[in-house]
Protein backbone atom coordinates (compact mmCIF):
# COMPACT_ATOMS: atom_id res chain seq x y z
CA UNK A 1 0.00 0.00 0.00
CA UNK A 2 2.84 2.28 0.95
CA UNK A 3 4.49 1.69 -2.70
CA UNK A 4 1.57 2.00 -4.59
CA UNK A 5 1.14 5.23 -3.26
CA UNK A 6 4.40 6.35 -3.73
CA UNK A 7 4.02 5.25 -7.17
CA UNK A 8 1.09 7.24 -7.43
CA UNK A 9 2.53 10.05 -6.45
CA UNK A 10 5.60 9.19 -8.44
CA UNK A 11 3.01 9.49 -12.00
CA UNK A 12 1.03 13.04 -10.56
CA UNK A 13 4.23 14.71 -10.34
CA UNK A 14 5.60 13.05 -14.09
CA UNK A 15 2.18 14.19 -15.80
CA UNK A 16 2.81 17.60 -14.25
CA UNK A 17 6.03 18.08 -15.61
CA UNK A 18 5.02 16.86 -19.03
CA UNK A 19 2.13 19.62 -18.91
CA UNK A 20 4.37 22.64 -18.19
CA UNK A 21 6.83 21.22 -20.80
CA UNK A 22 4.07 21.30 -23.37
CA UNK A 23 2.72 25.02 -22.05
CA UNK A 24 6.56 26.20 -21.95
CA UNK A 25 7.07 24.51 -25.74
CA UNK A 26 3.71 26.14 -26.95
CA UNK A 27 4.34 29.57 -25.41
CA UNK A 28 7.43 29.53 -26.90
CA UNK A 29 6.49 28.43 -30.03
CA UNK A 30 3.79 31.37 -30.33
CA UNK A 31 6.28 34.15 -29.33
CA UNK A 32 8.72 32.72 -32.03
CA UNK A 33 6.03 32.60 -34.69
CA UNK A 34 5.46 36.93 -33.41
CA UNK A 35 8.90 36.98 -33.61
CA UNK A 36 8.71 36.23 -37.12
CA UNK A 37 5.95 37.54 -37.86
CA UNK A 38 7.46 41.28 -37.00
CA UNK A 39 10.56 40.44 -38.86
CA UNK A 40 8.50 39.65 -42.12
CA UNK A 41 6.66 43.05 -41.00
CA UNK A 42 10.22 44.90 -40.73
CA UNK A 43 11.10 43.49 -43.57
CA UNK A 44 8.34 44.10 -46.40
CA UNK A 45 7.82 47.91 -44.31
CA UNK A 46 11.58 48.42 -45.25
CA UNK A 47 11.13 47.28 -48.56
CA UNK A 48 8.82 49.54 -48.96
CA UNK A 49 10.26 52.60 -47.63
CA UNK A 50 13.09 51.16 -49.71
CA UNK A 51 11.03 51.16 -53.01
CA UNK A 52 9.40 54.53 -52.17
CA UNK A 53 12.51 56.29 -51.91
CA UNK A 54 14.13 54.88 -54.93
CA UNK A 55 10.84 55.49 -56.89
CA UNK A 56 11.33 59.20 -55.48
CA UNK A 57 15.21 59.41 -56.36
CA UNK A 58 14.07 58.21 -60.13
CA UNK A 59 11.66 61.30 -60.20
CA UNK A 60 14.21 63.64 -59.18
CA UNK A 61 16.88 62.21 -61.78
CA UNK A 62 14.30 62.41 -64.14
CA UNK A 63 13.09 65.89 -63.68
CA UNK A 64 16.75 66.84 -63.35
CA UNK A 65 17.54 65.59 -66.20
CA UNK A 66 14.51 67.23 -68.22
CA UNK A 67 15.52 70.45 -66.70
CA UNK A 68 19.29 70.12 -67.63
CA UNK A 69 17.77 69.13 -70.88
CA UNK A 70 15.90 72.49 -70.93
CA UNK A 71 18.95 74.24 -69.58
CA UNK A 72 21.05 73.27 -72.73
CA UNK A 73 18.70 73.06 -75.00
CA UNK A 74 18.34 77.18 -74.66
CA UNK A 75 21.96 77.37 -74.35
CA UNK A 76 22.54 75.06 -77.50
CA UNK A 77 21.97 78.09 -80.15
CA UNK A 78 24.71 80.15 -78.70
CA UNK A 79 26.74 77.71 -77.99
CA UNK A 80 26.75 75.92 -81.79
CA UNK A 81 27.27 79.64 -82.59
CA UNK A 82 30.65 80.00 -80.90
CA UNK A 83 31.71 76.79 -82.05
CA UNK A 84 30.81 77.27 -85.55
CA UNK A 85 33.03 80.92 -85.04
CA UNK A 86 36.21 79.18 -83.73
CA UNK A 87 36.13 76.45 -86.19
CA UNK A 88 35.75 79.20 -89.17
CA UNK A 89 39.04 80.86 -87.88
CA UNK A 90 40.62 78.02 -86.60
CA UNK A 91 40.29 76.43 -90.68
CA UNK A 92 41.12 80.04 -92.20
CA UNK A 93 44.06 80.41 -90.10
CA UNK A 94 45.23 77.31 -90.66
CA UNK A 95 45.01 78.32 -94.35
CA UNK A 96 47.23 81.64 -93.53
CA UNK A 97 49.85 80.08 -91.63
CA UNK A 98 50.71 77.99 -94.47
CA UNK A 99 50.72 80.21 -97.09
CA UNK A 100 53.27 81.89 -94.78
CA UNK A 101 54.79 79.16 -94.49
CA UNK A 102 55.28 77.89 -98.25
CA UNK A 103 55.28 81.44 -99.63
CA UNK A 104 54.52 84.64 -97.37
CA UNK A 105 56.98 84.18 -94.87
CA UNK A 106 57.36 87.63 -94.24
CA UNK A 107 54.11 87.18 -92.16
CA UNK A 108 55.39 84.59 -89.49
CA UNK A 109 56.97 87.16 -87.10
CA UNK A 110 53.53 89.34 -87.27
CA UNK A 111 51.48 86.41 -87.20
CA UNK A 112 53.30 85.13 -83.97
CA UNK A 113 54.28 88.62 -82.44
CA UNK A 114 50.52 89.64 -82.39
CA UNK A 115 48.36 86.30 -81.75
CA UNK A 116 50.51 85.03 -79.39
CA UNK A 117 50.47 87.33 -76.32
CA UNK A 118 46.27 87.61 -77.23
CA UNK A 119 45.95 83.75 -76.69
CA UNK A 120 48.22 83.85 -73.61
CA UNK A 121 46.71 86.11 -72.04
CA UNK A 122 43.56 84.86 -73.04
CA UNK A 123 44.75 81.19 -71.75
CA UNK A 124 45.97 82.92 -68.04
CA UNK A 125 42.38 84.20 -67.88
CA UNK A 126 40.41 80.92 -68.83
CA UNK A 127 42.35 78.87 -66.71
CA UNK A 128 42.63 81.17 -63.98
CA UNK A 129 38.85 80.82 -63.72
CA UNK A 130 39.02 76.73 -64.02
CA UNK A 131 41.93 76.37 -61.67
CA UNK A 132 44.92 75.37 -63.90
CA UNK A 133 46.52 78.26 -63.47
CA UNK A 134 49.46 76.43 -62.09
CA UNK A 135 49.86 75.13 -65.96
CA UNK A 136 50.58 78.89 -67.31
CA UNK A 137 53.82 78.70 -65.07
CA UNK A 138 55.23 75.55 -67.22
CA UNK A 139 57.89 75.60 -69.62
CA UNK A 140 55.79 76.12 -72.52
CA UNK A 141 54.49 79.81 -71.92
CA UNK A 142 58.04 80.83 -70.76
CA UNK A 143 59.93 79.40 -73.67
CA UNK A 144 57.47 81.58 -75.78
CA UNK A 145 58.21 84.50 -73.95
CA UNK A 146 61.84 84.04 -74.48
CA UNK A 147 61.01 83.84 -78.12
CA UNK A 148 59.19 87.22 -78.27
CA UNK A 149 61.91 88.77 -76.19
CA UNK A 150 64.27 87.33 -78.99
CA UNK A 151 62.61 88.53 -82.48
CA UNK A 152 61.63 92.12 -80.89
CA UNK A 153 64.80 92.93 -78.78
CA UNK A 154 67.49 91.38 -80.93
CA UNK A 155 66.67 89.51 -84.24
CA UNK A 156 69.68 89.83 -86.09
CA UNK A 157 71.72 88.05 -83.48
CA UNK A 158 72.35 84.64 -84.57
CA UNK A 159 73.17 83.10 -81.47
CA UNK A 160 69.72 83.90 -80.09
CA UNK A 161 68.55 82.71 -83.22
CA UNK A 162 69.81 79.41 -83.21
CA UNK A 163 68.69 79.22 -79.69
CA UNK A 164 65.33 80.42 -80.90
CA UNK A 165 65.34 77.18 -82.69
CA UNK A 166 66.52 74.79 -80.45
CA UNK A 167 63.39 75.96 -78.05
CA UNK A 168 61.09 75.59 -81.14
CA UNK A 169 61.46 72.33 -82.38
CA UNK A 170 63.31 70.97 -79.35
CA UNK A 171 61.41 71.33 -75.74
CA UNK A 172 58.24 72.84 -76.95
CA UNK A 173 58.26 70.19 -79.87
CA UNK A 174 58.24 67.46 -77.25
CA UNK A 175 55.28 69.48 -75.27
CA UNK A 176 52.97 68.59 -78.33
CA UNK A 177 52.93 65.04 -77.82
CA UNK A 178 53.53 64.82 -74.02
CA UNK A 179 50.08 67.11 -73.60
CA UNK A 180 48.87 65.13 -76.25
CA UNK A 181 47.92 68.29 -78.61
CA UNK A 182 45.03 68.12 -80.98
CA UNK A 183 43.37 69.95 -83.79
CA UNK A 184 39.94 70.29 -82.86
CA UNK A 185 39.05 73.38 -84.87
CA UNK A 186 35.77 74.27 -82.61
CA UNK A 187 37.63 73.98 -79.31
CA UNK A 188 39.46 77.18 -78.70
CA UNK A 189 41.21 76.18 -75.71
CA UNK A 190 42.40 72.60 -77.77
CA UNK A 191 43.63 74.58 -81.01
CA UNK A 192 45.77 77.38 -78.21
CA UNK A 193 47.20 74.45 -77.03
CA UNK A 194 48.75 73.11 -80.23
CA UNK A 195 49.45 76.80 -81.03
CA UNK A 196 51.66 77.51 -78.07
CA UNK A 197 53.45 74.05 -79.38
CA UNK A 198 53.69 74.40 -83.10
CA UNK A 199 53.90 78.05 -84.25
CA UNK A 200 57.20 78.90 -82.76
CA UNK A 201 58.28 75.89 -84.88
CA UNK A 202 56.65 77.23 -87.94
CA UNK A 203 58.48 80.28 -87.04
CA UNK A 204 62.12 78.73 -86.89
CA UNK A 205 61.34 77.83 -90.11
CA UNK A 206 60.83 80.55 -91.61
CA UNK A 207 64.25 82.24 -89.91
CA UNK A 208 66.20 79.33 -90.35
CA UNK A 209 65.59 78.47 -94.09
CA UNK A 210 63.90 82.07 -95.63
CA UNK A 211 65.51 84.75 -93.30
CA UNK A 212 65.42 87.49 -95.92
CA UNK A 213 61.94 86.97 -97.14
CA UNK A 214 61.50 86.30 -93.19
CA UNK A 215 62.32 89.84 -92.50
CA UNK A 216 61.46 92.14 -95.25
CA UNK A 217 58.86 93.89 -93.46
CA UNK A 218 60.04 93.33 -89.90
CA UNK A 219 61.68 95.75 -88.14
CA UNK A 220 64.93 93.74 -87.69
CA UNK A 221 66.66 91.69 -90.12
CA UNK A 222 67.14 87.90 -89.30
CA UNK A 223 70.41 86.48 -89.48
CA UNK A 224 70.96 85.49 -93.62
CA UNK A 225 74.44 83.82 -92.01
CA UNK A 226 73.16 81.71 -89.31
CA UNK A 227 75.73 80.42 -87.15
CA UNK A 228 76.70 76.28 -88.10
CA UNK A 229 75.14 73.76 -85.89
CA UNK A 230 76.28 73.91 -81.92
CA UNK A 231 76.58 71.98 -78.97
CA UNK A 232 76.53 74.94 -76.98
CA UNK A 233 73.87 76.72 -78.29
CA UNK A 234 71.53 73.93 -79.78
CA UNK A 235 72.07 71.77 -76.51
CA UNK A 236 73.24 73.11 -73.66
CA UNK A 237 72.24 76.80 -73.40
CA UNK A 238 68.66 75.31 -73.84
CA UNK A 239 69.47 72.89 -71.34
CA UNK A 240 70.53 75.29 -69.16
CA UNK A 241 67.86 77.81 -69.88
CA UNK A 242 65.19 74.45 -68.64
CA UNK A 243 67.22 74.14 -65.67
CA UNK A 244 66.44 77.33 -64.63
CA UNK A 245 62.97 77.52 -65.40
CA UNK A 246 62.55 74.22 -63.19
CA UNK A 247 64.45 76.13 -60.37
CA UNK A 248 62.21 79.20 -60.43
CA UNK A 249 59.26 76.55 -61.08
CA UNK A 250 59.68 74.91 -58.10
CA UNK A 251 60.37 77.53 -55.65
CA UNK A 252 57.42 79.23 -56.54
CA UNK A 253 54.72 76.46 -56.78
CA UNK A 254 56.04 73.32 -54.31
CA UNK A 255 58.10 76.12 -51.87
CA UNK A 256 56.13 79.48 -52.29
CA UNK A 257 52.35 78.48 -53.41
CA UNK A 258 51.98 74.84 -52.36
CA UNK A 259 48.70 74.02 -54.15
CA UNK A 260 45.97 71.98 -52.37
CA UNK A 261 45.28 68.75 -53.36
CA UNK A 262 42.48 69.39 -56.07
CA UNK A 263 44.49 71.35 -58.14
CA UNK A 264 46.05 70.27 -61.34
CA UNK A 265 49.82 71.15 -61.88
CA UNK A 266 51.68 69.76 -64.63
CA UNK A 267 53.32 67.26 -62.70
CA UNK A 268 50.08 66.09 -61.22
CA UNK A 269 48.80 65.61 -64.76
CA UNK A 270 51.53 64.07 -66.26
CA UNK A 271 52.14 61.00 -63.30
CA UNK A 272 48.98 60.59 -63.25
CA UNK A 273 48.19 58.89 -67.14
CA UNK A 274 48.58 55.26 -67.33
CA UNK A 275 51.82 54.78 -69.21
CA UNK A 276 53.90 56.95 -66.65
CA UNK A 277 52.21 54.74 -63.71
CA UNK A 278 53.15 51.31 -65.61
CA UNK A 279 56.58 52.70 -65.93
CA UNK A 280 57.22 55.12 -62.58
CA UNK A 281 54.52 53.37 -60.74
CA UNK A 282 51.96 55.37 -58.97
CA UNK A 283 52.79 59.16 -57.81
CA UNK A 284 56.75 58.95 -58.73
CA UNK A 285 58.89 61.14 -56.63
CA UNK A 286 59.15 64.95 -58.20
CA UNK A 287 62.97 64.60 -58.49
CA UNK A 288 62.37 61.84 -60.76
CA UNK A 289 59.48 63.87 -62.65
CA UNK A 290 62.51 66.91 -63.17
CA UNK A 291 65.39 64.53 -64.19
CA UNK A 292 63.45 62.66 -66.64
CA UNK A 293 62.39 65.76 -68.02
CA UNK A 294 65.82 66.84 -67.90
CA UNK A 295 67.17 63.79 -69.81
CA UNK A 296 64.45 64.19 -72.60
CA UNK A 297 65.23 67.81 -73.12
CA UNK A 298 68.92 67.18 -74.07
CA UNK A 299 67.73 63.70 -76.51
CA UNK A 300 65.31 66.34 -78.04
CA UNK A 301 67.64 68.76 -77.79
CA UNK A 302 70.19 66.86 -79.84
CA UNK A 303 67.74 66.33 -82.48
CA UNK A 304 67.20 69.40 -83.18
CA UNK A 305 70.82 69.54 -84.49
CA UNK A 306 69.87 67.17 -87.54
CA UNK A 307 66.83 69.78 -87.81
CA UNK A 308 69.01 72.73 -87.97
CA UNK A 309 72.10 71.38 -90.32
CA UNK A 310 69.11 69.38 -92.75
CA UNK A 311 66.27 71.53 -94.54
CA UNK A 312 64.58 68.32 -95.43
CA UNK A 313 65.06 66.69 -92.05
CA UNK A 314 62.97 70.09 -90.04
CA UNK A 315 60.48 69.50 -93.45
CA UNK A 316 59.93 65.77 -91.99
CA UNK A 317 60.15 66.82 -88.23
CA UNK A 318 57.07 69.44 -88.66
CA UNK A 319 55.08 66.81 -91.04
CA UNK A 320 55.48 63.91 -87.78
CA UNK A 321 53.88 66.80 -85.58
CA UNK A 322 51.68 67.69 -88.35
CA UNK A 323 49.83 64.64 -88.44
CA UNK A 324 50.13 63.19 -84.71
CA UNK A 325 48.26 66.42 -84.02
CA UNK A 326 45.49 65.57 -87.02
CA UNK A 327 44.89 62.09 -86.12
CA UNK A 328 44.37 62.94 -82.33
CA UNK A 329 42.08 65.44 -83.77
CA UNK A 330 40.50 63.03 -85.74
CA UNK A 331 40.37 60.80 -82.56
CA UNK A 332 38.60 63.55 -80.64
CA UNK A 333 35.69 64.37 -83.37
CA UNK A 334 35.18 60.02 -84.40
CA UNK A 335 35.45 59.11 -80.50
CA UNK A 336 34.78 61.50 -77.84
CA UNK A 337 32.42 64.17 -80.20
CA UNK A 338 30.62 61.24 -81.61
CA UNK A 339 29.91 59.63 -78.09
CA UNK A 340 28.75 62.80 -76.94
CA UNK A 341 26.67 63.40 -79.49
CA UNK A 342 25.35 59.67 -78.58
CA UNK A 343 24.47 61.03 -74.76
CA UNK A 344 22.77 64.10 -76.39
CA UNK A 345 20.42 62.26 -78.63
CA UNK A 346 19.38 59.80 -76.09
CA UNK A 347 18.88 62.91 -73.86
CA UNK A 348 16.67 63.99 -76.81
CA UNK A 349 14.94 60.61 -77.06
CA UNK A 350 14.20 60.60 -73.03
CA UNK A 351 12.67 64.02 -73.27
CA UNK A 352 10.54 62.60 -75.82
CA UNK A 353 9.68 59.50 -73.76
Known sequence: MKEGFQNRKISVDWESIQRKKAEVKEEFQRKKDEVKEAVISSKERIKEKSREKLDAG?????????????????????ENYRQKV?????????????FAVCSGQWLLPWY?????????????????????????????????????????????????CSLLFSISNGILYLGAFSFRNSLVFHSVDKMTSTYIHTVPLLLSFGIRWY???????????????PIPPSWWWNVLVPFL?????????TILVNVILQPEEHIVTSYRYITAKKGIKKIFGPNPPYIVYVTVNWILCIIISTVTLVFYKYFYAHVFGLC?????VTWNGAGYYFDVFR???????????????
Open 339 to 353: MSMARKNEGKDEKEA
Open 58 to 78: KQKILKLRKKTYKRLKRMEPE
Open 320 to 324: VLLWY
Open 211 to 225: PEETSRFWHGNFPTE
Open 112 to 160: YAITCPTLIIWRIITYWQAQFQYFCLDFCYFGNLIICLIIWLDPSNPEL
Open 86 to 98: VFTKSVLTLVIKT
Open 241 to 249: VLVTHTILY
